[in-house]
């Protein structure tokens, strides 16, 4: 039996230094995206009082209790950690806060390609800022993201969950009801939907029309102008009018080939309050991205505003740039600084000047002959030598 000394827990991985080296490259092109656009870099715990994550609904994996007996939790979430950061924390100032994060997450999964226990996320959050323009500038900021990290190739979904509870509500569905209709949604149970419309009475035969075709319910404008004429639910045709708006300001962005609105589409989280998307890739076969407006998250920590975001998974991330082949694990350093016996002082010097201009440099561990240090080069995995004699 193999001593879990040499294992890592269920779930985790260690990453090494080519791997780690890639890795960085690509955390430090997304966050430097979201910098350009005006967004600050926080950093909250990754343990987190259970409390925090109230209007969450998630049920947590990773529990422990502190010497005053608190229930806490590891995250499996950032928008409520960010959501409490700001109305404790961030009261003042700018009505609108615009902040992003790099953060390890925690989810027990089945282990395949891509889903780990503990993973990474890079995401954005707009707290303080309603309507359209706030939730489309979330989305091509996403799309700048995965353009930054090397992925050129990716298709954005879009939906709006007061859609669905329009029109769950037009069909006179109960509370339960309404959230099998979502669990029917998540899993694509297209069968259970239709029994659930077949169950009422009095649905208008469009309505009921609707609920048969919930999973197709995709495409541009002309899927918008359609549904306008079938649905008449307050809370549905808002929802349409708010998705044309942004699909309008995504065609301002000069994104709107990227995107495709699906009026089923819906995530687990069940904090969202309208607008919600993801992006997927052809190399991948789950969602690289996703997010969506919660305006009464922050409600919880006693701030009455409302919010936008999304997160990305870094992980994700670099498993399809390394099925494109756009990544490389190649470990190297510019120069090997080597030395002959007695000019180790002046071989640190040499290195400290390279370093300066910039140049990554290692600097041999002992004295070497000319021969010697040329062979050296390859070991060290450096590019070129400087020798000092």
């Not at 649905?203 to 609920?211: N, S």
């Not at 919930?214 to 708010?242: H, M, P, W, Y």
């Not at 010097?349 to 002959?369: D, I, Q, Y």
Request: glycine share 8%; with cysteine; aromatic share 10%.
């Amino acid at each position: 039996m193999t001593s879990k000394v040499y294992q890592v827990p269920y779930g985790t991985k260690d990453i090494l230094p080519g791997e780690m080296k890639a890795r960085r490259k690509v955390e430090n092109a997304i966050i430097d995206v979201f910098n350009k656009w005006g967004y600050d870099e926080v950093k909250t715990p990754d343990f987190e009082y259970a409390d925090t994550f109230g209007s969450a609904g998630t049920e947590f994996d990773f529990r422990l209790f502190d010497r005053q007996n608190n229930l806490l939790v590891l995250r499996n979430d950032m928008t409520a950690p960010i959501a409490r950061l700001t109305a404790t924390r961030l009261k003042g100032g700018e009505k609108v806060k615009r902040l992003c994060y790099l953060a390890n997450l925690y989810r027990y999964e089945e282990i395949q390609a891509g889903r780990q226990c503990q993973f990474e996320q890079a995401g954005v959050e707009m707290m303080g800022a309603s309507g359209p323009a706030a939730d489309a500038e979330i989305i091509v900021l996403a799309a700048e993201a995965l353009k930054a990290a090397g992925l050129a190739k990716f298709a954005i979904i879009v939906g709006n969950v007061d859609f669905i509870n329009g029109l769950a509500e037009e069909a006179g569905f109960t509370a339960e009801q309404a959230q099998e209709l979502k669990n029917c949604l998540r899993r694509h149970d297209a069968v259970a939907m239709q029994e659930l419309a077949n169950a009422m009475e009095d649905i208008r035969p469009e309505i009921k029309a609707l609920f048969a075709d919930f999973l197709f319910l995709q495409g541009g404008k002309e899927l918008i102008e359609r549904l306008q004429t079938v649905v008449s639910n307050a809370k549905c045709q808002a929802a349409l009018k708010d998705l044309l708006k942004i699909y309008e300001l995504l065609e301002a962005y000069g994104i709107a080939d990227y995107v495709s609105l699906d009026l089923g589409l819906y995530r687990s989280f069940n904090y969202y309050t309208g607008m919600l998307f993801e992006i997927y890739l052809p190399e991948l076969g789950y969602p690289i991205a996703g997010g969506g407006r919660y305006d009464h998250m922050l409600e919880d920590f006693g701030l009455h505003a409302p919010a936008t975001g999304f997160a990305l998974g870094v992980d994700r991330v670099m498993l399809a740039l390394e099925r494109n082949g756009s990544v490389s694990n190649k470990r190297s350093c510019d120069v090997l600084v080597a030395y002959v016996e007695g000019k180790l002082a002046e071989a640190i010097k040499r290195a400290c000047s390279l370093r300066a201009e910039g140049r990554s440099v290692k600097l041999a561990t002992e004295p070497m002959t000319i021969e010697a240090a040329a062979a050296a080069v390859k070991d060290y995995s450096c590019n070129s030598l400087v020798l000092v004699d």
